[in-house]
Nanobody
Framework: VQLQASGGGLVQAEGSLRLSCAVS????????MGWYRQAPGKQRELVAR???????NYADSVKGRFTISRDNVKNLVYLQMNSLKPEDTAVYYC??????????????WGQGTLVTVSS
């Protein structure tokens, strides 16, 4: 599938941003969708994930502040980020894990969107 992330930007600490990931080329409802992030000099890490049945999980560092959701009609995945902290600064990537008859198992990434949180 093709993933297009958007919504990043510069925000002050304690502010909010909403990231969007537009999904094309596949059925959103059949994928496990995730948001990952990579800060400078650090490894990419899982932020949040939503499964096809709607269950979610979050990194401990964002629990209670971030919310992942999906709109299977519009083929969009969102990450609502509240109470942002400077340590949330990173490039955020959208991810899709799924299976199709044509491709078999896949693990696709979007291009990333930069979130910068100033103190």
């Amino acid at each position: 599938v093709q993933l297009q992330a958007s919504g990043g930007g510069l925000v002050q600490a304690e502010g909010s941003l909403r990231l969007s990931c537009a999904v094309s080329g596949g059925m959103l409802s059949m994928n496990v969708m995730g948001w990952y992030r990579q800060a400078p000099g650090k490894q990419r890490e899982l932020v949040a994930r939503i499964f096809s049945a709607g269950s979610t999980n979050y990194a401990d560092s964002v629990k209670g502040r971030f919310t992942i959701s999906r709109d299977n009609v519009k083929n969009l995945v969102y990450l609502q980020m509240n109470s942002l902290k400077p340590e949330d600064t990173a490039v955020y990537y959208c991810n899709a894990v799924g299976y199709s008859y044509a491709r078999g198992a896949y693990n696709d990434w979007g291009q990333g969107t930069l979130v910068t949180v100033s103190s």
